[in-house]
């Protein structure tokens, strides 16, 4: 499998035994939480407003 992936086998199994780090969990719960004033927004609101909203929700967003 490593071959068709083009992956070394020792990377394989690091990947493996190590889970998603926090950074990366806290990165995807963010991007669940804009997706979710998008779409409650029926799609109308761009960055600026949704980050209005989460800031309102108190949720902190740092620029990119």
Excluded: F
Excluded at 6 to 17: D, F, H, I
């Amino acid at each position: 499998m490593c071959k068709v992936l083009q992956v070394s086998t020792s990377g394989y199994y690091y990947w493996l035994k190590h889970p998603v780090g926090i950074r990366a969990d806290k990165e995807q719960e963010l991007v669940e939480q804009i997706k979710q004033v998008y779409e409650q927004s029926k799609r109308r609101y761009g960055s600026p407003r949704i980050a209005v909203e989460l800031k309102e929700q108190g949720i902190h967003v740092s620029p990119a």
